[in-house]
């Protein structure tokens, strides 16, 4: 045996390892999730709306993957851009420009709406949320107070991400977090008010924050216009309107978190398209990399830009994922992708709806896009939160080769995602309705 081969020898390939190997590694790993209700379960293979397990079973995926394979996992001229950037250039230090993070800052920008015609990238949405909390700070230094957040937020887990988001209180994290305010979010089906009543109270909670439990004008206002992990939820569309004006009164930017909201999961390319409201910054991750990691952020041209040093990540430019970025963008425009998401969620709505009667777990199914939650209730009077339930159908679902996400916001967990790429077929959507009609039955007769 040579030296070579002696101290390679214990390092694993990917093209022949062990059993061994891998549970050596998962024994290794800090990580853990959390529904623990995917013990062992090693993904080898994406295409599409499915993916395939290391023993070859099929799933519909109604994840997308953490909602990032908008236009389906493993696109060929996505997958073809990443390679030859990587074989081309795949790192440089952030001092120096690639081609293309000039050329995917041209077009997100052309195509961004309203004065939202800087942009800064990153790998992570955490970090792109910190993009935007320094990019306050920085253009709004006479606001010492703290931010401001809706109470059902997410905005990631990075330290101060999370700080904005899940979990609120009593975490070992608290300690760390940056100070933060947060007032509720529109939730009428929960309230018990009329949609209107209800963003009225909401309004009137925020004007509260801001003239009396803030020490000091907040910087930004940091909200997702559809929640993700907090119930997917969307808003009335005079909660937008209201907001943008309370901040404008108080010089307050205005932030859009569209992790998940964006490139095009909703219909259309970002969220605010929808509601008419144009943020100061707003924040971009997931699906924009088509697989590969990219986040960033988009900021009018009324902001001042960083300076040298404010925001330099070794990798936060990475030349590879830009590239699977700008080719992401193409596909998504080229194969009609939005129109195939608000087409394909008006369709997966509908059969939802058609089940709906038939179950007396859904209490409400809301849009809009393939940004799709189902809310399973107790009670459809009480609406006790059927969380365990929710865990019993996801459970039941993936044996049945179908992945449903589910919130687990705040320890409720009981909303069901349904939130498959823009590719998915219709046949694969009779599948997934089908597969739920059924696990529902089943746990309702228990
Ligand atoms: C709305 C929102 N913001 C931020 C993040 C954080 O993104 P990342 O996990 O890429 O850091 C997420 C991730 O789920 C998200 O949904």
Known sequence: MTETERVTRGIPVLTSYTDDDLADGRAALLSGWSTGSEPGLVITRAAGALVW??????????????????????????????????????????????????????????????????????LHGSLAVEMAMKLAL????????????????????????????????????????????????????????????EVDYCIAELRDAIARRATGLPPA???????????????????????RRVCAEHDILLVFDEVQ????????????????????????????GGGFPLAGV?????????????EALTFGEFPVSLAAGLAALRVLHRDGLLQACAEMGRYATAALQAIRPRHRLIGDIRGPGLLIGVELVRD??????????????????????????TTRYAGLGHVLKVKPPFTVTHAQLDRVVEVLDQVLTAVENR
């Open 53 to 122: 397990d290391a023993k070859g079973n099929e799933y519909i995926d109604c994840t997308s993957m953490a909602w990032s394979n908008n236009i389906g996992a493993s696109v060929p001229e996505v997958v073809d851009a990443a390679f030859a950037q990587a074989r081309q250039l795949s790192h440089l230090r952030s001092n120096f420009d690639s081609v293309p993070l000039l050329l995917l800052s041209k077009a997100m920008t052309d195509a961004a709406p309203g004065d939202l015609k800087r942009i800064g990238f990153t």
């Open 138 to 197: 920085l253009n709004r230094p006479a606001h010492t107070g703290p931010f401001l957040a809706l109470t059902d937020g997410y905005h990631g887990r990075s330290l101060a991400s999370m700080g904005l988001g899940w979990p609120h209180v009593n975490h070992a994290f608290d300690r760390a977090y940056p100070p933060v305010l947060r007032v509720p979010q529109p939730y009428a089906y929960r309230s018990g008010r009329t949609p209107d009543e």
């Open 221 to 243: 206002f940091f909200m997702e216009p559809i929640q993700g992990n907090g119930t997917q939820l969307d808003f009335p569309g005079r909660y937008y309107h209201e907001v």
């Open 261 to 288: 909201t964006g490139f095009g999961r909703t219909g259309r390319m970002w969220a605010a398209e929808h509601y008419g409201v144009i943020p100061d910054i707003l924040v971009f991750g997931k699906g924009v």
């Open 298 to 310: 988009l900021a009018s041209t009324a902001l001042a830009g960083f300076q040298a040093g404010d």
């Open 380 to 405: 459809q009077q009480t609406r006790e939160p059927a969380t365990a339930e929710t865990l019993e159908v996801y459970r039941r679902a993936m044996d049945l080769g179908v992945i449903f996400g």
